[in-house]
């Protein structure tokens, strides 16, 4: 008796599970929309109402069954489950189904909603013992599908069809909560510290990145630089130092055609070649001497001879030029400087 009201109440739309009773058949009805009115005249199923006008006989048409054809929402009682690794876990959930077929689930089960509540719990039961604890908070979705999946081919014959189903509460047991805080912080401590080797590798990466680009930069901005000295204060330099030579050099050659501008010029690469054999030892260890190095006349004399020798050519070239016959000749440079020799010593 208290099963058959049970099952009235269920079946019925919610406003008639509130008042537990049936529609009375006065011939004429209206059923509401989402709603299926299962009819049995004389203790036979006949049809099933459409919502909108019905009309029936009185006395020997029934209203049996009222179906509600809207989603209807289930809350599956708290349970205890075993894991794969032998962990005690108390789980509830939500079930959402909806009635397909009024036939079915008129006269295909007794009692709908306890037989699918006892399915959706020996199917999460079933389901929790094939996944390890880790692997029942990462695979929440996976294990609501594997359990609606269930219950659709168990209950396909019910004319009722399970929507989704949904874990709302997973309780741990307090101790296996502790060593999964215990792990939790341990692996945040893992990965900070990866993180800090990770930044400290990057850091050195970037610092050494940075010194290289600099030192390129560096030898960059200095070949450029000796390059422009080289194009720019070089070659002016050295242009200015060839311009001053040539000048040079032309003074020279114009000093040199003057008078007695040879003996000047024997006497300067005399007293060059003295000075030059002065400094031989100061420099190096390694000294060349000449055969006869005490006899210093011999030794202006051997550079004014080759002097002499030089400047041959151009004095064949100048003997136009030469004095007159009336004026004095001069002595010779080479006699010269033999006679002030002997007269020094």
Same mark, same amino acid.
């Given at each position: #008796?208290?099963?058959?009201?049970?099952?009235?109440?269920? @079946?019925?739309?919610?406003?008639? #599970? @509130?008042?537990?009773?049936?529609?009375?058949?006065?011939?004429?009805?209206?059923?509401?929309?989402?709603?299926?009115?299962?009819?049995?005249?004389?203790?036979?199923?006949? #049809?099933? @109402?459409?919502?909108?006008?019905?009309? @029936?006989?009185?006395?020997?048409?029934?209203? #049996?069954?009222?179906?509600?054809?809207?989603?209807?929402?289930?809350?599956?009682?708290?349970q205890s489950a075993v894991t794969l690794d032998n962990v005690t876990l108390q789980i509830d959930g939500v079930l959402y189904l909806r009635v397909m077929d009024p036939y079915k689930a008129s006269y295909g089960v007794e009692d709908p909603e306890y037989a699918v509540t006892q399915l959706a719990q020996t199917t999460m039961r079933s389901e929790l013992g094939k996944l390890s604890l880790d692997r029942v908070f990462r695979e929440r979705e996976s294990l609501n599908a594997s359990i609606v999946d269930a219950i659709n081919q168990a209950s396909d014959c019910w004319g009722i069809r399970c929507l989704r189903y949904e874990i709302k509460d997973i309780h741990v047991p307090p101790r296996v909560k502790e060593s999964m805080q215990m792990q939790v912080e341990a692996e945040r401590r893992k990965r900070a510290t990866v993180l800090e080797s990770e930044g400290t590798r990057e850091s050195a990466i970037n610092v050494a990145e940075g010194q290289k680009q600099a030192q390129i930069l560096a030898s960059e901005a200095e070949k450029a630089e000796q390059i422009n000295k080289a194009a720019g204060r070089e070659a002016n330099a050295m242009l200015v130092k060839a311009r001053a030579k040539a000048e040079a050099i032309q003074l020279l050659a114009a000093a040199l055609a003057q008078q007695h501008g040879s003996a000047a010029a024997s006497l300067s690469v005399a007293e060059q070649y003295v000075s030059a054999f002065s400094k031989l030892a100061k420099d190096s260890n390694t000294v060349l001497l000449p055969a006869n190095t005490g006899d210093v006349t011999n030794m202006v004399a051997q550079a004014l001879g080759i002097y002499t020798t030089l400047t041959k050519p151009q004095a064949v070239k100048?003997?136009?030029?030469?004095?007159?016959?009336?004026?004095?000749?001069?002595?010779?440079?080479?006699?010269?400087?033999?006679?002030?020799?002997?007269?020094?010593?």
């Amino acid at each position: #008796r208290c099963q058959q009201l049970k099952r009235s109440a269920w @079946l019925a739309s919610a406003p008639h #599970r @509130l008042n537990s009773g049936l529609p009375v058949n006065i011939g004429v009805l209206f059923v509401p929309q989402q709603e299926a009115w299962v009819v049995e005249r004389m203790g036979k199923f006949h #049809r099933i @109402l459409e919502p909108g006008l019905n009309f @029936l006989i009185p006395l020997l048409d029934r209203i #049996r069954y009222v179906q509600s054809l809207k989603e209807i929402v289930i809350n599956v009682p708290e349970q205890s489950a075993v894991t794969l690794d032998n962990v005690t876990l108390q789980i509830d959930g939500v079930l959402y189904l909806r009635v397909m077929d009024p036939y079915k689930a008129s006269y295909g089960v007794e009692d709908p909603e306890y037989a699918v509540t006892q399915l959706a719990q020996t199917t999460m039961r079933s389901e929790l013992g094939k996944l390890s604890l880790d692997r029942v908070f990462r695979e929440r979705e996976s294990l609501n599908a594997s359990i609606v999946d269930a219950i659709n081919q168990a209950s396909d014959c019910w004319g009722i069809r399970c929507l989704r189903y949904e874990i709302k509460d997973i309780h741990v047991p307090p101790r296996v909560k502790e060593s999964m805080q215990m792990q939790v912080e341990a692996e945040r401590r893992k990965r900070a510290t990866v993180l800090e080797s990770e930044g400290t590798r990057e850091s050195a990466i970037n610092v050494a990145e940075g010194q290289k680009q600099a030192q390129i930069l560096a030898s960059e901005a200095e070949k450029a630089e000796q390059i422009n000295k080289a194009a720019g204060r070089e070659a002016n330099a050295m242009l200015v130092k060839a311009r001053a030579k040539a000048e040079a050099i032309q003074l020279l050659a114009a000093a040199l055609a003057q008078q007695h501008g040879s003996a000047a010029a024997s006497l300067s690469v005399a007293e060059q070649y003295v000075s030059a054999f002065s400094k031989l030892a100061k420099d190096s260890n390694t000294v060349l001497l000449p055969a006869n190095t005490g006899d210093v006349t011999n030794m202006v004399a051997q550079a004014l001879g080759i002097y002499t020798t030089l400047t041959k050519p151009q004095a064949v070239k100048t003997h136009d030029k030469m004095p007159s016959a009336h004026e004095d000749p001069q002595p010779p440079p080479t006699e010269a400087l033999k006679a002030e020799d002997g007269s020094s010593s």
